[in-house]
């Protein structure tokens, strides 16, 4: 996650919806966005962070700094990964420049350190971070003696209280009446659910792929293409669309994205084609892709951009479906591993539902995402010269990632 900490352009707005719908409608705005995030200072899959010092949560102390994401086609309104990367950043720095709330947060002790065999109590701190889908509550734990930046041994967490799925589990049939490659068969059963963004999530095997999307003679190229032809038809969909249609914010009523899942992994998806034992690791690979239908939601999707990370939203919104198919427990984790992380051990996220809430009939949770976090480094950069440096302005080749 690419952190900007200054120089990003003012936004106006009374909410950090507004800030977020400025940024993306604003085009001498989301031009500094484009040549952050794109080629030659970026890359396809760049994903950022843009601190925002003051929203309308933290006038009121409900929390202590905000944020908006950003990729390589505009704005998201949730991403796990850069949450845990900005838990870590933000307890580090003490420049109140960055972060002016820093010296009013707490260290506390905790003795929930599963990988402590003695169960010696380690520190942690708390913070707040106000993103697009709301207040996400972010525990960062501390070295007791230490003259490094803090979490080189421990995982940070985070529980984001609008990250939740619905009880119900949204199985959906589209039909694929043109029988498009590489999708084999006519019809599709996904879940749609939501984890501070909606996701389309389907087995690998539903789609027609080998069990273990790893393995040849599946490939990234074919995967995606699936990937964008799914996206395409849920939105052609009303009875799909209706799937993610956000109850209270017309902004986050979106397909963010298509995950597609190692069925010979999942426990909580088991397909028609493939049934699979149960398991409490899953592997998937996530596709951001562009939707072009209306401007308001084509500013929200990344182009092609397939996630590194296991994506730690998704993550909130996998968990609890897998709680209402009696998959998981309520406190039990699960860990999830991307295509990217299977390959580096240690590096893939666990996630729980830590609590269950009642409403109206339905239950929602809040879901408890854990990974580490690490620093490669720090970068000032010169926007383009007007006028003469076009290629400056950001590029995306447009190739098959």
């Keep these: 996650t690419r952190i900007i900490i200054s120089g990003f352009p003012d936004l106006k707005g009374e909410t950090l919806l507004d800030k977020r719908r400025y940024a993306s409608e604003n085009p001498d705005v989301d031009r500094v966005r484009k040549w952050l995030m794109l080629e030659p200072r970026g890359h396809q899959g760049m994903y950022g962070a843009i601190l925002i010092k003051e929203t309308e949560l933290t006038r009121t102390g409900e929390a202590d700094i905000g944020v908006l994401f950003c990729h390589n086609e505009g704005y998201s309104t949730m991403c796990g990964h850069a949450t845990i990367a900005l838990g870590r950043f933000l307890i580090d720095t003490h420049d109140l420049d960055i972060f002016p709330q820093r010296p009013f947060l707490l260290e506390q002790p905790t003795n929930d350190n599963e990988n402590d065999n003695d169960k010696t109590p380690i520190r942690v701190t708390t913070l707040r971070i106000h993103a697009p889908c709301g207040v996400v509550t972010v525990t960062v734990p501390l070295p007791i003696i230490s003259t490094t930046p803090t979490g080189d041994s421990n995982p940070n967490s985070n529980s984001n209280s609008n990250s939740n799925s619905t009880s119900e589990s949204n199985m959906t049939r589209i039909p694929n009446a043109t029988y498009l490659k590489p999708i084999r068969f006519k019809s599709i059963q996904l879940d749609i659910s939501y984890g501070g963004a909606f996701y389309a999530l389907v087995s690998s095997s539903e789609l027609g792929f080998d069990p273990s999307f790893l393995n040849p003679p599946n490939s990234l190229g074919e995967l995606e293409e699936a990937a964008s032809i ?166 995306m080749l447009g190739l098959r990632s």
Excluded at 258 to 265: A, F, R
Excluded at 302 to 322: E, F, W
Aim: hydrophobic share 25%; proline share 6%; net charge negative.
């Design 230 to 395: 799914l996206r395409d038809l849920l939105n052609q969909s009303p009875e799909a669309k209706k799937a993610f249609t956000h109850p209270s914010e017309p902004d986050l009523g979106f397909l963010y994205g298509i995950t597609i899942i190692d069925s010979d992994s999942d426990p909580g998806f088991k397909s028609d084609q493939n049934p699979v034992e149960n398991s409490k690791t899953i592997s998937w690979i996530c596709f951001f892709g562009t939707d072009s239908h209306s401007h308001s939601h084509s500013h929200s999707h990344s182009g092609s951009q397939i996630d590194r990370s296991p994506t730690g939203s998704c993550v909130s919104a996998h968990v609890p479906l897998s709680i209402e198919r009696n998959k998981l427990q309520m406190g039990e984790w699960c860990t999830y591993e991307s295509f990217l992380t299977k390959q580096y051990p240690g590096n893939g996220f666990r996630g729980r539902a830590v609590e269950r809430i009642e409403n109206d009939g339905r239950y929602y949770y809040i879901v408890e995402v854990e990974g580490h976090a690490y620093y490669t480094g720090s970068a000032s950069f010169v926007p383009p010269e007007e006028g003469i440096d076009e290629m400056g302005n950001g590029f």
